[in-house]
């Protein structure tokens, strides 16, 4: 079973940076979509952006209006790692972020419905400040 780990969260003020990393215990074989969801206390799970891959190949990424622009979701294929690099971080970003690995086929329409995805890791917290 594959693992996924977060790291990479923590304060700072808004329109700074940072830059989550989601490492798999293994190499991830086939098409499948790696993605980033967050959740506020008292909010629903949201999808914030995923990327549609296999063997290093990215065939799209997708990103929730609310971060086009300021959110850059890619990957390295040869670390197992996918990355989501922030700028310009607001207040509203402030949340628990998820990465989360569906395993068979790309990522699609359904890219933000959170029962698309088999695998999730045990999340990294952001938190910003005014």
């Known amino acids: 079973q594959v693992q996924l780990v977060e790291s990479g969260g923590g304060s700072v003020q808004a329109g700074g940076s940072l830059r989550l990393s989601c490492v798999a215990s293994?190499?991830?074989?086939?098409?499948?979509?790696m993605g980033w969801f967050r959740q506020a206390p008292g909010k629903e799970r949201e999808g914030v952006a995923s990327i549609d891959t296999s063997g290093g190949n990215i065939y799209a990424t997708y990103y929730a209006d609310s971060v086009k622009g300021r959110f850059t979701i890619s990957q390295d294929n040869a670390k197992n790692t996918v990355y989501l690099q922030m700028n310009s971080l607001k207040p509203e970003d402030t949340a628990m972020y998820y990465c989360?690995?569906?395993?068979?086929?790309?990522?699609?329409?359904?890219?933000?419905?959170?029962?698309?995805?088999?695998?999730w890791g045990q999340g990294t917290q952001v938190t910003v400040s005014s």
């Open positions: 989360a690995a569906a395993l068979s086929g790309p990522c699609g329409y359904t890219w933000k419905e959170p029962a698309k995805y088999n695998l």
């Open positions: 293994r190499y991830i074989y086939g098409r499948n979509c």
